[in-house]
Every structure is written in structure tokens, then in C-alpha cells.
């Protein structure tokens, strides 16, 4: 298996996803392979239906039952869509893959962090990321941007105060024992966040 898998992970309104889709079009036009962007949940069929669900779900859902939407949504997604790309010799970036879990889930409703790493491995067939990219930013600054959105809150982001500070605590629990992360300043604009990525590209040779 040749493929590369970078996800990118962050508290929501760190500006993840609009990183992930710019170092997307930056690796298409200068990499000449296949390389797809893709998202969890709702990377799949199955993923969309199951992101409508946790993210606008009106009735209560108990944490563990949230927690496995997300595993099944996982699970899918690698048969579906990341394994296939992976073993063709394509990139795959995910705007959130596991870690998400493990902060959300884990850290941020107080389930387990055992038997989650545990069921992720499973849904993920043993694949881990080749390379996270984390976007570290204050809750404070994370809220300002969603309310510049003006947009309808999902349910994660109706979420009081203290829930995010524990998810970020995950976040930096999780990558401080790894070696496989690129963290970035929230902060730094789009593009310059992109010339940072590009160069841990480099330096790891897989541009060449």
C-alpha cells in the first residue's frame, strides 16, 4: 500500500476543513495522482444520512450511542472510500477521522478512551494516519468564527464552555505522545498555514 492518509483534526471553528480543501487543491496540482478529499462523518452515502443525525438530532441520544453512529460511519467510510483510494496508491485527506473521537467522545463526554481506540482500529482496519494536522486555537476565538457564520448550531456546537476546554485537553493529551502531528496556530492565515504543510511535505520526502 503506497498511499498517503494526512487527516486534519481541531476543535470546531479552528478552520480545519477550509485548510484541508486549500492543501487539497495545492497537492492536485502538483502531485500526478489521485487524491481525494473527504470528510467524517458523511464521507459516504451511509455517513451523510448518519451527519444529519448527530448533527441536528432533537431527541436526547446517550453518549455511547452517539460515539458508535461515529464507528459506524468509520467503518463505512474506510471500506467505501479510504482503503480502495489507499491501496491504488491515492491520498486521502480527512477532515477528522479518528482523534475526533477520542477528543470528542472520549475526553469531551467522558467515555472510555480504551475501548474507543479499540473500536477505531477495528472500523479502520489497523490504518492509522500517515500524518495529522492539528489546528490548535482558543475556545473564545473558535466561538467568535461560528457566530460570524450566522448559520444554525449543530448540536456539538450548542455545547457549553467547559466541554470544549475538555476536548482541547484531549486533543493535547493525544498528540503529545505522538510523532506523526504537524501542529498549527489557528490563527496564522489560510495561506501561510498551507506553506507550512507543504513544507512538512518536504521534508518528509513524499512530494518528490
Not at 486534519?8 to 495522482?33: H, M, P, Q, W
Not at 500524518?131 to 482558543?138: A, E, F, Q
Not at 498549527?184 to 492565515?189: F, H, M, Y
Request: some cysteine; hydrophobic content about 40%; charged content about 20%.
Amino acid at each position: 500500500m503506497t498511499g498517503k492518509l494526512i487527516t486534519f483534526e481541531g476543535i470546531d471553528g479552528c478552520g480545519k476543513t477550509t485548510l484541508a480543501k486549500a492543501v487539497y487543491t495545492e497537492l492536485s496540482n502538483r502531485l500526478g495522482k489521485e487524491i481525494i478529499f473527504t470528510k467524517e462523518p458523511g464521507g459516504t452515502p451511509l455517513g451523510q444520512s448518519l451527519r444529519t443525525i448527530l448533527q441536528t438530532q432533537k431527541s436526547i441520544v446517550c453518549d455511547l450511542a452517539e460515539y458508535l453512529l461515529f464507528a459506524a460511519d468509520r467503518a463505512q467510510h474506510f471500506v467505501q472510500t479510504i482503503m480502495p483510494t489507499l491501496e491504488q496508491g491515492g491520498w486521502v485527506l480527512a477532515d477528522r477521522l479518528a482523534d475526533s473521537s477520542l477528543a470528542y467522545q472520549g475526553y469531551g463526554r467522558g467515555l472510555s478512551t480504551e475501548q474507543i481506540s479499540a473500536t477505531n482500529a477495528w472500523a479502520m482496519q489497523g490504518r492509522e494516519p500517515d500524518l495529522t494536522i492539528y489546528v490548535r486555537i482558543d475556545v473564545e476565538t473558535a466561538f467568535a468564527r461560528i457566530a460570524k457564520r450566522n448559520e444554525t448550531l449543530t448540536s456539538f456546537e450548542q455545547e457549553k464552555r467547559a466541554f470544549w476546554q475538555r476536548v482541547i485537553a484531549g486533543y493535547e493529551a493525544i498528540f503529545a505522545q505522538r510523532t506523526n502531528v504537524l501542529v498549527l496556530d489557528g490563527n496564522l492565515t489560510t495561506q501561510e498555514q498551507v506553506a507550512y504543510v507543504m513544507k512538512k511535505l518536504e521534508q518528509l520526502q513524499w512530494l518528490s
